[in-house]
């Protein structure tokens, strides 16, 4: 099992280019997350989905879009990057509720926004 | 909204000398989880505290439930060098999101 894998690992953008993490779990679970990881502040929740087919936002959704089409594949957007979101961005998914059960992590992206 | 705060940012100890990390909720958690992250990687799941007064051991890592559910502890004893990295509580939002805090980064002097 390969558990989360995000592609990129790594990218650079300019302000106002567009580009889309993809975020892939083979675990079969229902719940995904989106966080971002900036100096000091822990791991902020973004976006997240309870299931295929839905969405909902987190602590700083905005300048953020969000799929789950399949329920593997949880997709995170950004339609007008800018400097502020330069940031590593860690998937995250869980079977249980969070309140009840462990999230797994993916490896990471490392994103840059000049 | 719910925030998780915790102490200290930073510690730096010697190789051998026990190191705690503090975690404290704004409000009645129904359960706290802590994290690892070594550097360079991504967060571990490394244990579920859920009954109030709550301790678990994991070999030299000892983690407790405050009585009032509000806060936890992160106890290493005799830190090893593989011991490096960054801690994280995090408590449950509602039902359905996880919320950290801001960490405790462990250095470790050999």
């Known amino acids: 099992n390969a558990g989360v894998t995000q592609t990129p690992k790594f990218r650079v953008l300019k302000t106002g280019q567009s580009m889309t993490l993809l975020c892939a779990q083979d675990?079969?679970?229902?719940?995904m997350y989106w966080y971002r990881q900036d100096p000091g502040m822990g791991l902020r929740l973004i976006h997240y989905s309870v299931g295929e087919g839905t969405t909902a936002k987190g602590e700083v959704p905005d300048g953020y879009n969000v799929s789950r089409l399949k329920k593997q594949n949880f997709l995170l957007g950004l339609e007008s990057a800018a400097p502020s979101q330069t940031s590593v961005y860690f998937c995250a998914s869980s079977r249980q509720r969070p309140n009840t059960g462990e999230l797994f992590f993916g490896e990471g992206s490392r994103l840059t926004v000049l | 909204g719910q925030q998780v705060m915790q102490i200290p940012q930073y510690q730096h100890v010697q190789e051998g000398e026990d190191f705690t990390t503090y975690c404290n909720s704004s409000?009645?958690?129904?359960?706290i989880q802590w994290y690892k992250q070594r550097p360079g990687g991504h967060p571990v799941f490394l244990i579920q505290l859920v009954k109030s007064g709550e301790v678990k051991k994991q070999k030299r890592l000892t983690f407790q439930f405050g009585e009032a559910k509000k806060n936890s502890s992160l106890h290493i004893t005799a830190t090893q060098t593989t011991d490096v990295g960054t801690y994280f509580c995090?408590?449950?939002?509602?039902?359905?999101?996880?919320?950290f805090g801001q960490g405790t980064r462990l250095t470790i002097n050999p």
């Open positions: 675990m079969n679970h229902e719940y």
């Open positions: 995090a408590g449950p939002q509602g039902a359905q999101k996880l919320v």
């Open positions: 409000t009645t958690l129904s359960n």
